[in-house]
């Protein structure tokens, strides 16, 4: 039997940004045929559902060398031409000044962690990037990135995935393989686990190490301008808040953040560490209410509450499971950073399921012989 032409069947279980720009990409190959299945999907907001509560940019933050910079890295070259020559994305290039202070350098865990050097391996990265060091020691970065209005960017996406025939559908999994069943050809031969925090909780995964990493935004209709960040603001000692602020393209407002508090999960804003926000916001990013520094001069959309996916130990991003016969491929456990490496770690699941076919046609001419 010559299976070179062989239909692979995957199940892809999430319609955050992770599953649907993985559905996308492997939608290309039409020797691929996709379900993708998913409890909530674009327009939903959830507690349990991540991706509606990003900011969201690119700013890199794994370290020099590790698989999570190569997937930054490689997801690059994608969001800069959709804001070059794709307007109906939802994304545009912003210019992003960015303050490391003296006594955040070389801080693990908080959102700043790459940026503690006056120049990071990511300069040569994202276009015009320059930077200088204060008397002080704190480190100042100005380059082009870009802000993703994630409540078209993620429709987009998902509007893409039907352009290629990807078929979608609602679904609550228990366990990780009775997605294999919900394949709208019968059954798959391969689910990729795009389900985030939740795979801490889906049967067979289970991953315990998964850390839940709040943050809590403002979304206001005010201008902020360039993008802007510094590294923590003055909390009183809780846990860690910076200040920062992303003008969304295409009149999706401005987000002021945050916090990356691991220590609580609750999904209700707390209407302190908003006035926190705000009052930040408005002092150290004039754009937002033109000099007044009054919060009162914000005009308020939203507030929001999302749970990073964090795994301390590195994402799982391609590892393959085999699972009561079916092979279960992983993509989870992108903390801060699931849209700016959405591209590169939907890379590496095509080069794992490019293999696990490869494998699948050479054990099926061992058997014609
Ligand atoms: P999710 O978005 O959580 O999607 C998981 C999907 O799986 C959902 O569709 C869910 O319904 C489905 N699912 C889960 N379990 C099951 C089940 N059992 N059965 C069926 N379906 C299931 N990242 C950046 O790159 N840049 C930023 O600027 C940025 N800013 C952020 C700001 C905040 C405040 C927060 C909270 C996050 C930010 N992030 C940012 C991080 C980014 O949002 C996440 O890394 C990313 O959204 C994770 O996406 P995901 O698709 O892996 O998971």
Not at 25 to 40: D, H, P, Q, Y
Not at 89 to 103: E, N, P, S, V
Not at 109 to 134: H, I, N, Q, T, Y
């Amino acid at each position: 039997m010559d299976n070179a032409m062989a239909d692979t069947n995957i199940t892809v279980i999430g319609a955050g940004v992770t599953g649907l720009t993985t559905a996308f990409l492997l939608s290309k190959n039409k020797r691929n045929k996709i379900t993708l299945v998913a409890k909530f999907m674009p327009g939903d907001f959830d507690i349990e559902y991540t991706s509606p509560w990003a900011g969201a940019n690119f700013l890199p933050m794994g370290a020099e060398g590790s698989d999570q910079a190569r997937y930054e890295t490689n997801t690059w070259p994608w969001l800069s031409n959709l804001a070059k020559n794709h307007p109906e994305a939802g994304i545009h290039f912003q210019q992003c000044k960015l303050h490391t202070l003296a006594k955040d350098i070389g801080a693990r865990g908080s959102l700043f962690a790459e940026s503690r050097d006056k120049l990071p391996w990511w300069k040569d990265v994202v276009p015009d990037f320059v930077s200088s060091v204060g008397s002080d020691g704190s480190i100042h970065y100005s380059f082009t990135s870009v802000c993703i209005n994630i409540a078209i960017y993620l429709p987009w996406l998902l509007s893409k995935c039907l352009e290629e025939g990807v078929n979608i559908r609602r679904g609550v999994i228990g366990f990780v393989t009775d997605a294999a069943d919900l394949h709208h050809n019968g059954k798959a031969d391969i689910v990729i686990n795009c389900t985030g925090l939740q795979s801490r909780k889906l049967g067979g995964v289970e991953d315990k190490s998964l850390v839940a990493v709040r943050g809590q935004t403002v979304l206001v209709r005010n201008d902020g301008g360039p993008m802007f960040g510094i590294s923590s603001i003055d909390n009183g000692g809780r846990e860690y808040e910076g200040s920062y602020s992303m003008t969304r393209a295409a009149g999706g407002g401005t987000i002021l953040g945050g916090t990356f508090d691991p220590t609580n999960e609750s999904p209700i804003p707390d209407l302190n560490i908003a006035v926190r926000i705000m009052e930040h916001a408005v002092k150290l990013n004039p754009h937002l209410t033109g000099g007044t520094g009054k919060i009162d001069d914000l005009d308020i959309v939203r507030h929001g509450v999302g749970l990073r996916p964090l795994r301390p130990q590195g994402p799982r991003v391609g590892e393959v499971d085999v699972i009561r016969g079916v092979q279960v491929v992983h993509s989870y456990g992108h903390g801060s950073w699931g849209y700016q490496g959405s591209m590169g770690s939907a890379k590496e699941i095509e080069r794992v399921v490019a293999q696990i076919e490869q494998q699948k046609k050479t054990a099926g001419k061992v058997l014609s012989k």
